[in-house]
């Protein structure tokens, strides 16, 4: 099955902007424009904050922004705020002829 | 929303079956999914059903968890058997929308497994 690729941790000073990366390959990452993003704060459930690689769903602050180039997806988080401070997690589509979808390994980080 | 329900401390080689109630939607008219998380550990997407009702699961359950739903219940299910160690792990219920490439939108609490003699 596919691995997407994600750094263990990020971190970044209040007001300033972070971006996290999810690397995959020309199977998934780079086949479709299918990446979601999700925050996760500890003892939660996982949040939808991205969707087909730029969509923020509603209620979610234009502060989280994502983009592709080829196989990586990014997430960029402007003006960062204590909150933030959280687990995100990527997910590629896979096509309707593999098991559909994967999630990236995480990516904690810490607001400082 | 959804709510799951169901989990318990099982044994080795134990089956068990955790629901996931709907609300606000119908869950045949929308892609719906089971997520495990490990403690300490990210996520795993290991079931899917259609809304065609054509289902598919992670290699890692093939064989052993079954993901079905009720519709006059408006609830999803995911029948585990032959249960390991390594199915440890909280069980998330979540929607995907808009369409099976959309995001996993709708998240509940989870309910936790805990497999262990």
């Known amino acids: 099955q596919s691995a997407l690729t994600q750094p263990p941790s990020a971190s970044g000073s209040p007001g300033q902007s972070v971006t996290i990366s999810c690397t995959g390959t020309?199977?998934?990452?780079?086949?479709?424009?299918?990446v979601s993003w999700y925050q996760q704060h500890p003892d939660k459930a996982p949040k939808l904050i991205i969707y087909?690689?730029?969509k923020r769903p509603s209620g979610i602050p234009g502060r989280f922004s994502g983009s592709k180039s080829g196989n990586t997806a990014s997430l960029t988080i402007s003006g960062l705020q204590a909150e933030d401070e959280a687990d995100y997690y990527c997910s590629s589509f896979l096509g309707t002829n593999n098991f559909p979808y994967v999630f990236g390994p995480g990516t904690k980080l810490s607001v400082l | 929303q959804v709510v799951e329900s169901g989990g318990d401390l099982i044994q080795p080689g134990g089956s068990l079956r955790l629901s996931c109630a709907a609300s606000g939607f119908t869950v045949s008219n929308i892609y719906m999914t089971w997520v495990r998380q490990a403690p300490g550990k990210g996520l795993e997407f290991i079931a899917v059903i259609f809304i065609g009702g054509f289902t598919n699961h992670a290699d890692s359950v093939k064989g052993r968890f079954v993901i079905s739903r009720d519709n006059s219940q408006n609830t999803l299910f995911l029948q585990m058997n032959s249960l390991r160690g390594e199915d440890t792990a909280v069980y998330y219920c979540?929607?995907?929308?808009?369409?099976?490439?959309?995001?996993?939108?709708?998240w509940g609490r989870g309910t936790m497994v805990t497999v262990s003699s």
């Open positions: 979540a929607t995907l929308s808009p369409g099976l490439t959309g995001g996993f939108d709708i």
């Open positions: 020309s199977s998934d990452v780079g086949r479709y424009n299918y």
């Open positions: 087909e690689v730029t």
